[in-house]
C-alpha cells in the first residue's frame, strides 16, 4: 500500500505536487493519470526518496522509502525511460545489481524469464531497442520480488505488442496481491490497464475513482435528433432527469434517454424523426475535459490566466 497525506512539493515558487492525499491499494492495478507537468513523477520520486516532501508524509506499507533495510525487496521502481547505454549484457547488467543487494543470482534468471529476456541475456544491453530496455527496467524492478511497483510512464514509446505485453504483466502481477501504481498521461492506456485511477492536474487531486464508474460517467447517454419538428419534439421530451439542449433550427441533444426511448416517444406524439445518433464521449475527451483547467499554460499565457485545478473536482473526486 502506497499513502500520501497531505504531499506537497515546491520547486521555489512552483508547487509541483499541492497536498495530495491518497492511498494506493494492493491486489490491482492503479492509473496515476494527468496531463505532463501534473506532478506524477515529483509524487512518485518521494514515494522512493529520491526527493523530499516540502510538506506532508508518502509511506510505502507505512514507513518511508529511507527506512527499509531492502528496498528493493519492497518496492519496485521503474523511472522514466531513458536509453541505457552499457556495453554490459543484461545478464551482467541485472547480476550487478542483484549481488550489491544480497540477492541471490537464480532471481536474476526468474526475472529474465518474467520478462521475456532469456534469450538475449548474453546480448550487450547498449543494443537493446526502447521496448527490451523497458522489459530490463521491468526485470531489475523485479528482482527483489517487491510486493509493490511504482511504474513512470512505462509504455511511453512502446509499439502495440510490448504496451499489450506490460498491461497484461501488471495485471498479473496485481492479482498476486501486489501494490501496482503505474502513471501515464494517456487516459485510453490506463482505461485498459488499470482498475483504479488517480487523477491529478497541477499537483493537486482531480479525481479518485474506478476506471468502471469513470467510463460510466464520461459516456453519460447522449443522443443527437434530427426533426423538422425539433420545437415540439423537445417539449415531449422533457421530463425530470433529461436535458434538451437546441443545437440548430431542426436538431437536439438529448442528455438522459436512450434512442429507443426518444424514437418511441417521437412515434407516440406523432413527431417525425429523420436522425437518432447515440454520442459516446470518448475517454480521451472526458479526461481532457476534467483536466482542462489543469493543464499547464507555458506557451505565453500570463499568469492570470491560470485557473485552479479544484473547479474540476466535480463528481469524479
Ligand atoms: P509529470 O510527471 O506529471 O509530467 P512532474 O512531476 O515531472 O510532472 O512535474 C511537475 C511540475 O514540477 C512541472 O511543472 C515541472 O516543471 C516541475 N518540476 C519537476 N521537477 C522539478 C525540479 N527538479 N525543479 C524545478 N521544477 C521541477
Known amino acids: 500500500m502506497i499513502e500520501a497525506r497531505g504531499l506537497t512539493k515546491r520547486y521555489g515558487s512552483k508547487t509541483a505536487v499541492d497536498d495530495l492525499t491518497i492511498t494506493v491499494q494492493p491486489g490491482v492495478v492503479t492509473g496515476f493519470l494527468g496531463p505532463n507537468g501534473a ?54 547488467h541485472l547480476l550487478a545489481v542483484a549481488q550489491t543487494h ?68 501488471l495485471q498479473t502481477l496485481a492479482a498476486e496481491g501486489r501494490t501496482i501504481f503505474v502513471s501515464s498521461h494517456l487516459m485510453s492506456e490506463m482505461a485498459l490497464t488499470a482498475t483504479h485511477l488517480i487523477v491529478v492536474g497541477r499537483g493537486k487531486l482531480i479525481a479518485n475513482t474506478t476506471v468502471e464508474d469513470f467510463i460510466r460517467q464520461a459516456s453519460g447517454d447522449l443522443v443527437h435528433v434530427r426533426s423538422p419538428e425539433a420545437a415540439r419534439l423537445g417539449e415531449v421530451l422533457a421530463r425530470d432527469g433529461v436535458t434538451v439542449t437546441s443545437s440548430g433550427l431542426d436538431t437536439l441533444d438529448v442528455n438522459g434517454l436512450t434512442a429507443q426511448q426518444i424514437g418511441e ?26 483536466t482542462k483547467d489543469a493543464v499547464e499554460y507555458t506557451h505565453g499565457q500570463p499568469p492570470g490566466q491560470r485557473v485552479s485545478a479544484a473547479t474540476s473536482t466535480g463528481a469524479h473526486a
Not at 522512493?48 to 507505512?62: A, Q
Not at 521475456?116 to 531497442?129: I, N
Not at 416517444?265 to 475535459?289: G, I, K, Y
Open 39 to 92: 506532478g506524477k513523477s515529483t509524487t512518485m520520486r518521494m514515494a522512493i526518496g529520491l526527493d523530499r516532501p516540502t510538506k506532508g508524509t508518502i509511506t510505502v506499507n507505512g514507513k518511508a522509502y529511507r527506512d527499509f533495510a531492502a528496498p528493493l525487496c519492497e518496492v519496485g521502481v521503474l523511472l522514466e525511460a531513458k536509453a541505457v547505454h552499457t556495453g554490459r549484457s543484461a545478464y551482467k
Open 265 to 290: 416517444a417521437a412515434f407516440a406524439a406523432s413527431v417525425p424523426v429523420f436522425e437518432l445518433t447515440p454520442r459516446q464521449v470518448s475517454l480521451e475527451d472526458a479526461f481532457m475535459d476534467i
Open 102 to 169: 544480497g540477492i541471490p543470482r537464480r532471481r536474476v534468471d526468474e526475472v529474465l524469464g518474467l520478462v521475456g529476456l532469456t534469450e538475449v541475456a548474453g546480448k550487450r544491453v547498449g543494443g537493446f531497442s526502447l521496448g527490451m530496455g523497458q522489459r530490463l527496467g521491468i526485470a531489475s524492478a523485479m528482482l527483489g520480488d517487491p510486493g509493490v511497483l511504482i511504474l513512470d510512464e512505462p509504455v511511453n514509446g512502446l509499439d502495440p505488442e510490448g504496451i499489450r505485453w506490460i498491461r497484461t504483466l
